[in-house]
């Protein structure tokens, strides 16, 4: 009905009829009118029977209209006198039928009913057929194939897609296990259009490329010749054969750059014709700004200039890529956003499966979308990840950014730092500001912020008490939860997988349900590091998430790094006199299973000045700090850990000491 596609117009009722007891009489009543109201208009008829066919060698093709196999003849419609009769149909521009049963080589009418019918021969006659008049047809692959060239175009074959030499390699190409066919008869005795089944959509995208698609092609093609004028996908193709044949023209760096072109145009044109139809209708333009970013494009891209249009996304994505790897997984993850903003979460739609795995890529979208779908705290939101890299010294000297939405990386940047607090506070204030506006086009306020940290930083630099901005604590506008940095940046005599691994075993320890809480230590337990290691030694790597009541007198440094690498979480006061132990653990007790969103809360109504008696119980929770490990951060350090390199010169403080 896509006036820019078939141009077929609908004429009510008739024009589609499903179901499993439909009746031959009222099948060949709907095909009856069909012609008579094409045959009104001067036009051309498409019958597409689509269904359950029987039928043997030599005999007629039978469509069964009534649900059921080995019913009676009279209740089916007999196909081969059916389109006879229609052909013969006086003033008929034409017939084009689509037969996609089993047995459906037997739908072509006999031979003298064509050519020495009531119309003398002077009929048009196209007939795609799904299998052959002894063959099974399966899960409508003719009519599904079809469908998808049509709406996906086929470069090079002009203007229309025709039952033709080029329709027919194609679909045989997608089809499996059954044999499909043509027959063409055309005795009309004017020359005209041959009759075609829809407008090539690969030849009207060419007419439509947007902007970025016309520069990758104007650049490409600048390079083999400046004086060299392709401007379509259509040209492209024509020119690479030529090319081919004629060992042509070109540099072979410059002609591989032309073929990458042409596959970037033949994958933005069925991503656009996929997204136009499945997502389109349901997008607004604060829509596709969300879904660029969700895509990992770039910032300047999503926010200079008029809101970008589909066609934008896609063909930036087809043609630059973006935070993925490569332009089919840039498209990957736009298509995972767009299910993602249009509220597909569980499944995807049919037509987005089957592009998938046309270019292979049904786990990137699969990935993608349930990184996205994924909601750490029950918001789906922005978040930050800052990283404070010490390169093995005492100094932070740099801040590592990520902003996460779910599970997914939208963007990384790194912030050097200067010497001194003053070079920290700048660089964590620049990496707040520069996540600032991803969270605007998200639409969402950033709230809550990852810090990761070696263990003298972390002991040494409480994150949420770090001011960034106007004298403004950072725990004060965002929830912040300290991480230890070392499933980043491992120990020495560890490795990165080590490290996973006993994160991996803390996390089965805390979802037993038995865990109602951290392991306490005792005093003389962390009397020095010695005793401390004896203890340790008793427990297994990640078994436990250890908590310390009061500060050793000594070696506080090196009792949190060796407890940290047993288990990369840890409780500990925020000073070291702690005026009621009892009261502290019973506290950390009870909010366990909110921890650490409840200590972030309870520091934040400290600064606030709510004061003691407020909550008895959340108030010493002020005084508690935590470098928390959960399923996010586990599963953000395992992203990480392909690229984690430890350079050879990096020692930490207990290595140097």
Same mark, same amino acid.
């Given at each position: ?69 080995? +019913? ?48 003398? =021969?002077?009929?048009?006659? *196209? ?15 003719? *009519? ?59 030849? *009207?995208?060419?007419?439509?490329? /947007? ?110 890529? =973006? ?26 739609? @049919? ?15 699969? *990935? ?37 939405? /779910? ?21 964590? +204030? ?12 998200? /639409? ?79 005093? @003389? ?21 250890? +908590? ?40 950390? =007790? ?28 959340? =108030? ?38």
């Amino acid at each position: 009905m896509d006036p820019k596609l078939g141009a077929c117009v609908d004429r009510g009722e008739h024009s589609l009829l499903i179901g499993t007891n439909l009746g031959s009489t009222q099948v060949r009543e709907a095909v009856e009118r069909a012609a008579q109201d094409a045959r009104r208009d001067g036009g051309l008829l498409v019958l597409a029977l689509l269904g359950h066919g029987e039928g043997a060698e030599g005999a007629p093709l039978y469509f069964v209209t009534s649900g059921s196999e080995n +019913a009676p003849p009279l209740s089916n419609v007999d196909v081969p006198s059916l389109l006879g009769a229609v052909l013969n149909d006086p003033r008929l521009a034409g017939l084009i039928a689509i037969v996609d049963t089993c047995f459906a080589g037997g739908a072509v009418p006999a031979t003298p009913v064509i050519t020495a019918g009531p119309q003398g =021969g002077n009929v048009r006659f *196209s007939l795609l057929f799904g299998a052959t008049a002894k063959g099974l047809a399966f899960h409508l692959q003719l *009519s599904r194939g079809l469908t998808r060239l049509i709406e996906e175009g086929l470069p090079g074959a002009g203007e229309f897609l025709k039952v033709d030499d080029d329709l027919m390699e194609q679909l045989r190409e997608q089809i499996d296990g059954q044999q499909p066919g043509r027959y063409l008869f055309d005795g009309a005795p004017y020359f005209g259009d041959a009759l075609w089944l829809a407008r090539n959509r690969a030849s *009207s995208f060419n007419r439509d490329l /947007g902007s970025i698609a016309r520069k990758a092609v104007r650049d490409a093609v600048r390079r083999i010749d400046s004086n060299l004028q392709l401007s379509t996908e259509g040209e492209l193709a024509a020119w690479l054969e030529e090319s081919r044949q004629t060992a042509g023209a070109g540099s072979w760096a410059a002609v591989h750059r032309l073929r990458e072109v042409l596959a970037e145009l033949e994958a933005g044109r069925k991503t656009l014709n996929v997204a136009n139809k499945v997502f389109g209708p349901n997008l607004t333009e604060d829509d596709l700004r969300l879904v660029g970013m969700l895509a990992g494009l770039p910032l300047h891209f999503l926010r200079h200039g008029p809101p970008p249009n589909l066609r934008d996304l896609v063909e930036y994505a087809a043609h630059h890529g =973006g935070a993925a790897e490569g332009q089919h997984r840039a498209l990957a993850h736009l298509v995972a956003a767009m299910a993602h903003v249009t509220g597909h979460r569980d499944e995807l739609p @049919e037509d987005v499966v089957v592009w998938a795995q046309d270019f292979e890529l049904t786990p990137a979208v699969n *990935s993608h979308l349930r990184e996205l779908n994924h909601q750490p705290h029950g918001d789906w939101a922005p978040r930050l990840v800052l990283v404070l890299a010490d390169d093995g010294g005492e100094s932070v000297v740099r801040v590592d950014a990520w902003l996460l939405f /779910g599970r997914a990386v939208l963007g990384s940047q790194r912030f050097p730092c200067g010497l001194g607090d003053k070079g920290l506070k700048t660089a964590l +204030a620049e990496a707040v500001a520069w996540s600032a506006p991803w969270a605007n086009i998200a /639409g969402k306020r950033l709230k809550h912020i990852d810090v990761a940290a070696p263990t003298l930083v972390l002991l040494d630099c409480p994150p949420e008490e770090q001011i960034i901005r106007k004298q403004t604590k950072l725990g004060v506008n965002y929830t912040v939860t300290s991480r230890w940095s070392g499933l980043l940046t491992p120990p020495l005599g560890a490795t990165v997988d080590d490290m996973l691994q006993v994160g991996e075993e803390l996390l089965d320890s805390l979802d037993d349900s038995n865990c109602s809480g951290p392991e306490w230590l005792h005093v @003389e337990q962390l009397a020095t590091v010695e005793q401390l290691q004896k203890h340790l030694s008793n427990h297994g790597f990640g078994q436990r998430v250890w +908590a310390v009541a009061s500060l050793p007198e000594r070696d506080w440094d090196f009792v949190a790094q060796e407890l940290l690498e047993h288990t990369p979480a840890l409780v500990w006061p925020r000073q070291k006199d702690v005026s009621d132990k009892q009261v502290l653990k019973a506290s950390v =007790g009870k909010h366990w299973r909110a921890l650490p969103q409840r200590i972030a809360h309870a520091y934040r109504q400290h600064l606030s000045g709510v004061g003691a008696g407020h909550d008895d119980d959340l =108030g010493p929770l002020a005084t508690v700090r935590v470098a928390w490990h959960d399923k996010d951060w586990q599963e953000f350090c395992r992203r990480r850990a392909s690229t984690v390199l430890r350079a050879p010169d990096d020692m930490t403080h207990k290595e140097r000491a």
